[in-house]
């Protein structure tokens, strides 16, 4: 079992920035894949970023390639995703998720979730 805790969120300007983080507890010492998504009202859950156990493997989705970045400290079980020059569309709230050492975009890969994070870009 993993617990995951995500917080970060808060209200930004477009243009701006915010750093979003993921702590887990529990079976931690697992290899574990730990995906960022991202759920806007009225719309489906979407793939935001994902990190492999190492931090060596990093995917991201079309639409935040070049203005996220995603990160992990295994010593502290956290992993963050650094969102800059933020745009009115990535209004969403973000949850972090982990996966037993599958590596993919899809949801159901990931059996443990963060409760949600609230990002709103807006002026």
């Known amino acids: 079992q993993v617990l995951l805790v995500d917080s970060g969120g808060g209200l930004v300007q477009p243009g701006g920035s915010l750093r979003l983080s993921c702590a887990a507890s529990?079976?931690?010492?697992?290899?574990?894949?730990v995906g960022w998504f991202r759920q806007a009202p009225g719309k489906e859950r979407e793939f935001v970023a994902a990190?492999?156990?190492?931090?060596?493997?990093?995917d991201y989705a079309d639409s935040v390639k070049g203005r996220f970045t995603i990160s992990r400290d295994n010593a502290k079980n956290t992993v963050h995703l650094q969102m800059n020059n933020l745009k009115p569309e990535d209004t969403a709230v973000y949850h972090c998720?982990?996966?037993?050492?599958?590596?993919?975009?899809?949801?159901?890969?990931?059996?443990?979730w963060g409760q949600g994070t609230q990002v709103t870009v807006s002026s």
């Open positions: 998720a982990a996966s037993g050492g599958v590596w993919g975009r899809h949801p159901d890969l990931y059996a443990y």
């Open positions: 529990g079976r931690t010492s697992s290899g574990y894949t």
């Open positions: 990190i492999s156990w190492s931090g060596g493997n990093t």
